[in-house]
């Protein structure tokens, strides 16, 4: 079928491949979506445990999860999260057999890559976030002790992990976003690169870009006047102070413009050549 896009038929496609991937991977995403209710459930349970014994041995206990310690759960499961998940939903591709009846359903191949791209950018992360962070408040709602929720977090303005002032933009929700979009995007190509060990050839890969951009780094700076170079960031950082969140969010976007579209490329071209 040739490139071409039809709303209707991308409609019915765009259906069939949520159904499909619901079946596939509901299990998996309800198990990380679920962490908080898990992480609460877990610890009270040792709580209650210490509890009995430091009524009798000592005056240790454990408490309840505080935000602190939900927040860097909830970061950990959301890398994770968006790790593991595109090469679970469309890893196939690669394979001969699952491939070769992916080239065969009936729509156009730019379809076929807006509803996975859709689906892997914005859907199942969407899908993710909404559930765990509405656990995270339901847990937060039934016991207070263990302070505010994550949300409520992010829109007070206020971090309780790491302890800076620069305001990001949306309190913290655009960062995440950001975050999630690079992630899903690196690991989506990787999936569609690569035929096996797709996630460990990714980060194998992503590890040797560092260390040759490191290199390449080190090179620069060891023939740069550091002094020079050190003033002039101050000066700058002196004459932006007032809109430095500004530029810091400005760069960020930047960024994620080039990550994002690079990879939507890559794996648009990916996807239009693939052959079994």
């Known amino acids: 079928m040739t490139n071409t896009f039809n709303i209707i038929r991308f409609g019915k496609y765009l259906g069939y491949d949520l159904k499909s991937k619901w079946a596939d991977n509901r299990t998996f995403l309800l198990t990380f979506a679920l962490i908080p209710f898990i992480l609460y459930f877990v610890i009270a349970f040792f709580s209650g445990i210490s509890n009995a014994v430091s009524s009798a041995f000592t005056d240790f206990h454990i408490g309840h999860p505080g935000i602190a310690m939900r927040a860097s759960v909830f970061v950990f499961s959301a890398i994770i999260f968006l790790i593991l998940h595109p090469s679970r939903a469309y890893g196939f ?8 009846q992916w080239i065969e359903l009936p729509a156009s191949r730019l379809e076929k890559y807006l509803s996975m791209m859709l689906v892997c950018l914005v859907i199942a992360p969407l899908a993710f976030f909404c559930i765990y962070l509405l656990g995270d408040a339901i847990i937060c709602l039934i016991d207070k002790q263990c302070g505010i929720s994550i949300v409520a977090g992010w829109f007070s303005g206020k971090s309780e992990i790491i302890n800076v002032d620069s305001k990001i933009a949306g309190h913290g929700v655009w960062f995440v ?3 999630a979009l690079q992630i899903s995007s690196v690991f989506l190509l990787g999936a569609l690169i690569f035929k096996k060990s797709k ?12 260390l ?5 780094t080190t090179i620069v700076m060891a023939n740069t006047n550091l002094d020079a170079f050190g003033d002039r960031i101050r000066e700058w950082i002196l004459n932006h102070a007032e809109n430095i969140d500004f530029w810091f969010n400005f760069w960020n976007n930047v960024w994620l413009a080039i990550v994002v579209i690079g990879c939507g490329i890559w794996s648009w071209f990916r996807i239009k050549n693939v052959q079994h």
Do not use: H, M, P, Y
């Open 93 to 100: 591709i690669t394979e001969k057999a699952k491939g070769s």
């Open 177 to 179: 976003v950001s975050g």
């Open 199 to 210: 996630v460990t050839k990714t980060i194998l890969t992503l590890f040797i870009i560092s």
């Open 212 to 216: 040759v951009f490191s290199i390449l």
